[in-house]
T-cell receptor
Framework: GAVVSQHPSRVICKSGTSVKIECRSLDFQATTMFWYRQFPKKSLMLMAT?????????EQGVEKDKFLINHASLTLSTLTVTSAHPEDSSFYIC????????????FGSGTRLTVV | DAKTTQPTSMDCAEGRAANLPCNHS???????VYWYRQIHSQGPQYIIHGLKNNETNEMASLIITEDRKSSTLILPHATLRDTAVYYCIVRDAFTGTASKLTFGTGTRLQVTL
């Protein structure tokens, strides 16, 4: 089946620094990638949608200058959390449509970000 | 996408069937019902989906009512590894243009010995 590889799985960074999260589609081309954020005991909240070769679309209330998304190739999308603050600590998950209705969407394993 | 409502939590004894209900009374004719689950600190995992017929795969069965306003996910023999949050989502079938998945609060299933 289609696999999305997400790295790193865990990261701790200092306030004010930037962190990059990568999602790679391993055996299919992901023209679209969805980025979610999940706080403890809460559901997944969509942050933005990235499309290969074009600007990402951000959901209402998500700062595009803080959460930089790059989707430069059909197999790689990155999310960079800039000038991180403790309130950015969360679980970040990417997801891509496989193009196969049987599977729908496949998700990365998630990145646990802790800002100290 | 249509909104779904699910119970917040459920318990199930190991080896017994787990029946997870979902209401989607505003579902439209071209929307499928998808089920995903999320084990703690992992990304969601696809389970099953259906349009109007009942479906079964190696993981679960999906029963959709005739009016399509509700459905039930059945795990026939729950194990401890099935402890997770289960999300019921309705969305259009994949038509070549990806539409976002909107997650509700889901049902937290606790399987116990």
């Amino acid at each position: 089946g289609a696999v999305v590889s997400q790295h790193p799985s865990r990261v701790i960074c200092k306030s004010g620094t930037s962190v990059k999260i990568e999602c790679r589609s391993l055996d299919f081309q992901a023209t679209t990638m969805f980025w979610y954020r999940q706080f403890p005991k809460k559901s997944l909240m969509l942050m933005a949608t990235s499309n290969e070769g074009s600007k990402a679309t951000y959901e209402q209330g998500v700062e595009k200058d803080k959460f930089l998304i790059n989707h430069a190739s059909l197999t790689l999308s990155t999310l960079t959390v800039t000038s991180a603050h403790p309130e950015d600590s969360s679980f970040y998950i990417c997801s891509a449509p496989t193009g196969l209705d049987h599977y729908g969407y496949t998700f990365g394993s998630g990145t646990r970000l802790t800002v100290v | 996408d249509a909104k779904t409502t699910q119970p917040t939590s459920m318990d199930c004894a190991e080896g017994r069937a787990a029946n997870l209900p979902c209401n989607h009374s505003t579902i439209s004719g071209n929307e499928y019902v998808y089920w995903y689950r999320q084990i703690h600190s992992q990304g969601p995992q696809y389970i099953i989906h259906g349009l109007k017929n009942n479906e079964t795969n190696e993981m679960a069965s999906l029963i959709i009512t005739e009016d399509r306003k509700s459905s039930t996910l059945i795990l026939p023999h729950a194990t401890l590894r099935d402890t997770a949050v289960y999300y019921c989502i309705v969305r259009d079938a994949f038509t070549g243009t990806a539409s976002k998945l909107t997650f509700g609060t889901g049902t937290r299933l606790q399987v116990t010995l």
